[in-house]
């Protein structure tokens, strides 16, 4: 591949790595495009033999290598089982990292840095592309686009933007009582354009039990899809923005709704390694950060008393599952709630196909995982699909859609938020 820039060294991935992994394939059934394909260039054995081999010059970042690396969908199914605790998710990144700092990326990874840049991460530019996708949807274009067969399948994963925007910042709520805790909440570039319901829903559960929400006014973005599509220096400039703004006071935890962005920050101290002026505030930052319902669980949180009268079924968010290892947390809340009846979702644990922007880019692959989870959500028979992350909420709503099934999406924390609503209203 001749001499490389210093700037592509700094982001490929590590030999030592690269090194954990001792090929024993225990990954191959639990990685989605494996399962889906059989083929050995669609699991992350297969993925990191490209990558080594690319680092190491021995092959180019061609067409057919970048495809096979672009499928996978970073849902880290793999490192949850991986005997040898190769940190596939770290790899994956700093190996896209690599191939987009070389000046031979192909344009469809081009385009997507600079689309992830310029308007994930710029407020008011996201905020134009929610009012387009508001009006998509309220005009009838998006249901008439669905029931065509000819553009069925190409706008079946359109986001949903429907309800009220949160754009709340400062003090959000403080409990009627006592404060227990003090605590800040990231809003994040999508919950707060899609679901402003479910930043709604989290402050009041959050100030039920006793917490002071801020909502810190000069937060960004987490990066996280910066990161995960190999625009490392974009995501560490985020990084630092929010470091600044989460460690300007003096916070009990920093609450986090969406899986993605929780997992982004818990690893800033990854991010931020070779940062002397940030890494040990990254690291601060990081061990502050609580996924809600692993905070709510870790209280304990006041147990709901209004029944509510529901089959739920929990879809497993891969960044809460895998990359955080909350699995507990969330089933408890469900649980909790007097009336409902959960059902175990078969390979609930397996990536729902909405992984960031993989919707838009693998189209396919995304609608074939989404088809074989929804026949498993019709075994059981649920009426509400609880998760804890945006992009699965708008996947299984696609879902829902797509094969005429009636339910509702929810995030989990909109369950316990409805019965203690309830409770109120009958006080």
């Not at 429907?162 to 570039?189: H, S, W």
């Not at 909350?326 to 709630?337: D, G, K, N, V, Y």
Request: hydrophobic letters at 40%.
């Amino acid at each position: 591949m001749g001499k490389q820039p210093a700037f592509t060294k700094r982001f490929a991935p590590s030999e030592a790595d690269l090194a954990q992994c001792v090929r024993c394939g225990l990954c191959l059934q639990h990685c989605p495009t494996y399962v889906a394909t059989g083929l050995e260039a669609e699991s992350p054995r297969g993925r990191l033999y490209l990558i080594k081999a690319m680092s190491e010059g021995l092959i180019e970042p061609t067409v057919n290598v970048t495809g096979h690396m672009d499928r996978c969908l970073q849902c880290r199914n793999c490192e949850a089982v991986c005997p040898s605790g190769v940190p596939y998710g770290r790899i994956m990144e700093h190996g896209r990292a690599h191939v987009l700092h070389t000046g031979r990326a192909p344009f469809a990874w081009r385009l997507r840095a600079l689309f992830l840049r310029e308007v994930i991460a710029r407020p008011g530019r996201l905020a134009l592309l929610a009012s387009a996708l508001r009006v998509y949807r309220a005009s009838g274009l998006r249901a008439l686009a669905e029931r065509t067969p000819m553009l069925r399948d190409r706008v079946a994963l359109a986001p949903t933007i429907a309800g009220k925007e949160f754009k709340r910042r400062g003090v959000l709520a403080r409990p009627k009582g006592a404060t227990k805790y003090r605590v800040a909440l990231l809003t994040g570039c999508i919950m707060p354009l899609a679901y402003g319901r479910v930043h709604a829903a989290t402050v009041r559960v959050l100030a039920r039990n006793g917490c002071e929400v801020i909502a810190p006014a000069t937060q960004v973005c987490c990066g996280a899809l910066h990161g995960h599509n190999g625009d490392l220096p974009t995501a560490i400039e985020l990084a630092r923005r929010n470091i600044d703004a989460f460690l300007a006071e003096d916070f009990d935890a920093v609450i986090v709704n969406s899986a993605g962005c929780g997992s982004a920050i818990k690893e800033y101290g990854q991010l931020l390694a070779e940062d002397g002026e940030y890494l040990d505030r990254a690291r601060l930052l990081a061990s502050r950060v609580r996924d809600v319902t692993e905070f709510l669980a870790s209280l304990p949180f006041e147990p709901p008393k209004r029944l509510l009268d529901a089959r739920v079924t929990y879809q497993d968010s891969c960044h809460l599952g895998h990359a955080q290892r909350i699995t507990r947390a969330p089933r408890e809340i469900i649980a909790s709630i007097p009336g409902v009846r959960f059902i175990e979702l078969p390979h609930g644990d397996r990536c729902c196909g909405s992984a960031g922007v993989y919707g838009l880019t693998q189209g396919d692959m995304s609608l074939r995982l989404l088809d074989e989870k929804m026949r498993y959500i019709r075994e059981t028979g649920a009426d509400v699909i609880a998760t804890a992350n945006p992009g699965c909420m708008t996947q299984l709503e696609a879902g829902l859609r797509r094969h005429g099934v009636n339910g509702r999406v929810v995030h989990v924390i909109e369950l316990l938020d409805e019965s203690y609503r309830r409770a109120t209203a009958h006080v």
